[in-house]
């Protein structure tokens, strides 16, 4: 037969005693009819094992090579142990090989044991999915079986039963008949044929249906059989009508319930009851909004406005007062809120005192300047900040920590003493608990002096009077507080109740009682305040450093700063970035009368605005945006005037003197500022067209170039890219850091502004007798000098009846027919007025001459 001619003959593989390869044939088939067989070899792969133990069974790794045709395998020799298992003799085997034989002994038992862990897991994994196929099978197999069922009648059912041996009969006769040729065909090799395999009737498959198909039919219970037939009547559907219809929702139940319960009640529907609601009403809302929020019809709000005389629409806006008309005649209640209800308050609001804590006191030193505040609060920490001060005075207000002997903490601020920085030294006033007033003894009370007791007179805080400077020649302690009984301040050695010590900073004599002291006011004072609270802080300085950005020295009131709180000073916001204290050390939290710098501002604050912590960073940008729009409309805000003040403003003859203000802190911008503008008078006023913090930026050179202004610089200098501005532009810049240098510059640049300062002193007086021509023109005076002198080339002012008629200068001066050059009182003189012929006699001549001196601010 062709057929059995095709198939490759059966050939016996080769007999051996243990095959080390194992060989095997594959049949590749190619285009247009080409076949190819490849010989194929399966090795056994070597194992590594622990000395000692047995060699586990070889694995095998199949390798295709391709052959002509299958050769007959060689007996493989017994293999060699492996190498691992000798150990050398002890004689020969040196300590470097003993090492590395161990090494790679356990080398070799890592990999072993690895291998044999990935084997079992591979094992496991194809176990699991073996038997997740096998569920998944089950499971189509009874669904199959149940739709089945379900499909087939009892009748259908008994039929298959019946006709299954004849279907099965008839199925294994061909079977019998190919296994009857395979044997004959297979008859000459020798082999027995196989026993015919009988076929069992399997039910016929389902068509795939799509899954979307499938849950239609899961959740309606509907087959598509059952929607073809479902247009036919059928005796079951006759009888049974409501069998497989669809069922009323619920929602479709309450509503008949509900109908039919109305029409039991009486067949009228009964109104719902009116809802009285509390209206949230801003100072000006649309009608649309307002009957939103009263939940009205928006064309019965405009019919209420329109009997109201008001002609609007449900788009206009109407204000707070109309509203609430509004909401009272519907029957609603008002709650009318503003625009400030966004701030925070301001109003301290008390803590339990069962929270409260005691607390380090804040002492403010305060005085006269060149008093010695800076070295007494050097020699209480030890350290010499006097030196690295311009001018060895105090220009920023500072805060440190000072720890006492006996282990309690005081916190110090230290005020600047000069005439400028009255500012600072009120907010020192402000939020301190103990005034420590420094007074030398060799210089006794000064107007610093005088204004520090007013500041803490009016602060209401209790004041401690440090009398310095007792080495020096010249000291008398009992003079100064003889003079301090001029302003109500009485020490304790004169029967009053402030106390005073006698103290030397600079030799740190008696430094001990005043801290005793210190103590002692604060213990009667019983300090305390809440910790476990969002923080409350007061800015003592501000400043915007290069590298680190705005930063602020603040005071903390009450609560601890964390760091990443959200706040918000002034009308600035952030977020707590970094806390450094005193020491320069960052730290992570900072409780009550700790003064610490605060990095994450959005930018600059005023100096003594409190800073809030809120709850998050979305409150602290509304409130901050809040406050920048109110300072924005009090700036830019018109002063109400009239008629004569505009009049007055057009003829004024003020003479501006624009200036531009850069500092290194918030507290200089703001002394400097102030002290520009008390030197200010009728004649010459100062016009500060910006004033900042932080370095001198090219926005400030060009405003400078435009207004034609000089920039004062104090502490601080231009970056590269302005002084590029400033050698182009010309601008003039006055660098300062002392503030009286400062003063006193721009005060004789004022003065130099207006010129020098001009004073007529009258020098004599005349009356006119009579007129004479003289020339063609001019008309000369006989006059009589009734006071002084007249000189010629003098300064002159003719009057008539005490009004003056005009200014003019003596042109020349006659005594009989000689020229002279003054005649004095008593006697008669000629004198010819230059530009003026409007002379008559009776008319006064007031001669004077001008003296210049410098103007002085």
């Given at each position: 037969?062709?057929?059995?001619?095709?198939?490759?003959?059966?050939?016996?593989?080769?007999?051996?005693?243990?095959?080390?390869?194992?060989?095997?044939?594959?049949?590749?088939?190619?285009?247009?009819?080409?076949?190819?067989?490849?010989?194929?070899?399966?090795?056994?792969?070597?194992?590594?094992?622990?000395?000692?133990?047995?060699?586990?069974?070889?694995?095998?790794?199949?390798?295709?090579?391709?052959?002509?045709?299958?050769?007959?395998?060689?007996?493989?020799?017994?293999?060699?142990?492996?190498?691992?298992?000798?150990?050398?003799?002890?004689?020969?085997?040196?300590?470097?090989?003993?090492?590395?034989?161990?090494?790679?002994?356990?080398?070799?038992?890592?990999?072993?044991?690895?291998?044999?862990?990935?084997?079992?897991?591979?094992?496991?994994?194809?176990?699991?999915?073996?038997?997740?196929?096998?569920?998944?099978?089950?499971?189509?197999?009874?669904?199959?079986?149940?739709?089945?069922?379900?499909?087939?009648?009892?009748?259908?059912?008994?039929?298959?039963?019946?006709?299954?041996?004849?279907?099965?009969?008839?199925?294994?006769?061909?079977?019998?008949?190919?296994?009857?040729?395979?044997?004959?065909?297979?008859?000459?090799?020798?082999?027995?044929?196989?026993?015919?395999?009988?076929?069992?009737?399997?039910?016929?498959?389902?068509?795939?249906?799509?899954?979307?198909?499938?849950?239609?039919?899961?959740?309606?219970?509907?087959?598509?059989?059952?929607?073809?037939?479902?247009?036919?009547?059928?005796?079951?559907?006759?009888?049974?009508?409501?069998?497989?219809?669809?069922?009323?929702?619920?929602?479709?139940?309450?509503?008949?319930?509900?109908?039919?319960?109305?029409?039991?009640?009486?067949?009228?529907?009964?109104?719902?009851?009116?809802?009285?609601?509390?209206?949230?009403?801003?100072?000006?809302?649309?009608?649309?909004e307002l009957a939103k929020r009263m939940g009205e019809k928006g064309a019965d709000l405009v019919k209420a406005l329109f009997n109201m005389d008001m002609m609007v629409t449900v788009n206009q806006s109407i204000d707070q007062d109309t509203a609430e008309l509004l909401v009272e005649e519907f029957g609603h209640t008002i709650q009318r809120v503003s625009d400030s209800d966004v701030d925070i308050k301001v109003a301290v609001d008390d803590d339990p005192e069962e929270t409260l804590r005691p607390r380090p006191p804040v002492v403010t030193i305060m005085g006269h300047v060149d008093h010695g505040k800076t070295s007494l609060l050097d020699a209480l920490r030890g350290t010499d900040v006097v030196k690295g001060e311009a001018g060895g005075i105090t220009q920023h207000i500072g805060s440190y920590q000072v720890k006492t002997k006996d282990g309690q903490t005081i916190t110090f601020l230290d005020t600047p003493g000069h005439a400028a920085f009255t500012e600072m030294r009120q907010r020192g006033a402000n939020v301190t608990d103990i005034v420590v007033l420094v007074v030398a003894a060799d210089d006794g009370i000064m107007p610093q002096t005088i204004e520090a007791i007013k500041h803490t007179q009016a602060a209401g805080v209790p004041m401690i009077v440090a009398i310095n400077k007792i080495d020096k020649e010249g000291a008398?302690?009992?003079?100064?507080?003889?003079?301090?009984?001029?302003?109500?301040?009485?020490?304790?050695?004169?029967?009053?109740?402030?106390?005073?010590?006698?103290?030397?900073?600079?030799?740190?004599?008696?430094?001990?009682?005043?801290?005793?002291?210190?103590?002692?006011?604060?213990?009667?004072?019983?300090?305390?305040?809440?910790?476990?609270?969002?923080?409350?802080?007061?800015?003592?300085?501000?400043?915007?450093?290069?590298?680190?950005?705005?930063?602020?020295?603040?005071?903390?009131?009450?609560?601890?700063?964390?760091?990443?709180?959200?706040?918000?000073?002034?009308?600035?916001?952030?977020?707590?970035?970094?806390?450094?204290?005193?020491?320069?050390?960052?730290?992570?939290?900072?409780?009550?009368?700790?003064?610490?710098?605060?990095?994450?501002?959005?930018?600059?604050?005023?100096?003594?605005?409190?800073?809030?912590?809120?709850?998050?960073?979305?409150?602290?940008?509304?409130?901050?945006a809040y406050r920048q729009e109110k300072a924005t409309e009090k700036r830019t805000a018109l002063a109400p005037t009239n008629f004569d003040a505009m009049f007055s403003s057009l003829k004024t003859d003020v003479v501006e003197f624009p200036v531009l203000v850069k500092a290194d802190v918030q507290g200089s911008v703001q002394a400097i500022t102030s002290a520009l503008n008390a030197l200010s008078n009728d004649l010459i006023k100062v016009r500060v067209l910006h004033s900042g913090v932080g370095a001198i930026t090219e926005s400030d050179v060009t405003l400078a170039a435009a207004s034609k202004a000089p920039i004062i610089g104090f502490n601080v200098r231009p970056n590269p890219k302005a002084r590029a501005l400033v050698a182009r532009d010309r601008v003039e810049m006055k660098y300062f850091d002392v503030i009286y240098h400062l003063t006193e510059e721009i005060a004789k640049e004022m003065a130099g502004e207006l010129g020098p300062e001009k004073i007529e002193h009258v020098v004599g007086r005349a009356e006119v007798k009579q007129v004479f021509p003289a020339g063609k023109k001019d008309k000369a005076a006989g006059l009589l000098v009734t006071e002084g002198v007249i000189r010629k080339g003098l300064f002159a002012r003719l009057t008539r009846e005490d009004v003056i008629v005009s200014a003019t200068i003596i042109q020349s001066l006659r005594r009989f027919k000689d020229d002279v050059d003054e005649v004095r009182t008593g006697l008669e003189c000629g004198v010819v007025l230059e530009d003026t012929n409007d002379i008559k006699p009776g008319d006064m001549l007031e001669v004077f001459e001008v003296e210049e001196r410098e103007r002085v601010l």
């Open positions: 037969m062709s057929d059995s001619e095709d198939k490759p003959t059966r050939t016996r593989k080769p007999l051996g005693l243990k095959r080390a390869v194992d060989a095997g044939e594959v049949k590749q088939t190619f285009s247009h009819g080409r076949t190819n067989k490849v010989a194929v070899e399966v090795k056994r792969r070597r194992k590594l094992v622990k000395p000692g133990e047995a060699p586990a069974p070889e694995e095998t790794l199949a390798e295709a090579a391709p052959a002509p045709a299958p050769a007959p395998e060689p007996v493989p020799a017994p293999a060699p142990a492996p190498a691992a298992k000798k150990k050398a003799p002890a004689s020969t085997e040196t300590p470097q090989e003993r090492v590395a034989r161990l090494q790679r002994e356990a080398e070799e038992d890592r990999l072993r044991s690895s291998e044999e862990a990935r084997r079992r897991e591979e094992e496991q994994k194809v176990k699991a999915q073996e038997e997740e196929k096998q569920r998944a099978e089950e499971n189509r197999k009874a669904e199959a079986a149940e739709k089945e069922a379900a499909k087939a009648p009892a009748k259908a059912k008994k039929t298959a039963t019946e006709e299954a041996p004849v279907a099965e009969a008839a199925a294994d006769a061909p079977a019998a008949e190919a296994a009857e040729e395979d044997a004959s065909e297979t008859g000459d090799a020798g082999t027995p044929a196989p026993a015919a395999r009988k076929f069992t009737p399997v039910a016929r498959p389902e068509p795939k249906r799509p899954e979307k198909k499938k849950k239609e039919e899961k959740r309606s219970g509907k087959t598509d059989d059952d929607r073809r037939r479902s247009g036919k009547l059928t005796v079951n559907r006759a009888l049974n009508e409501d069998e497989g219809a669809r069922a009323r929702s619920l929602a479709a139940l309450k509503r008949a319930r509900e109908k039919e319960r109305r029409i039991q009640g009486g067949g009228s529907r009964k109104p719902r009851e009116k809802q009285f609601r509390e209206v949230v009403v801003p100072e000006g809302i649309t009608v649309q008398n302690p009992q003079k100064i507080r003889e003079r301090l009984l001029e302003h109500e301040v009485i020490v304790e050695a004169m029967s009053g109740d402030v106390q005073d010590v006698e103290i030397s900073a600079k030799n740190k004599t008696n430094l001990d009682e005043l801290l005793e002291k210190i103590a002692l006011q604060a213990e009667l004072l019983e300090l305390k305040a809440r910790p476990d609270r969002p923080a409350e802080a007061t800015v003592i300085e501000a400043q915007l450093d290069k590298g680190r950005g705005p930063v602020a020295t603040v005071l903390i009131t009450r609560g601890t700063l964390k760091r990443g709180d959200n706040f918000v000073v002034g009308t600035e916001s952030g977020k707590v970035r970094a806390i450094i204290n005193d020491q320069g050390k960052q730290i992570k939290e900072a409780g009550p009368s700790m003064p610490v710098e605060v990095l994450g501002l959005g930018g600059v604050p005023d100096s003594g605005e409190q800073l809030s912590v809120v709850e998050n960073e979305q409150r602290a940008r509304e409130v901050a």
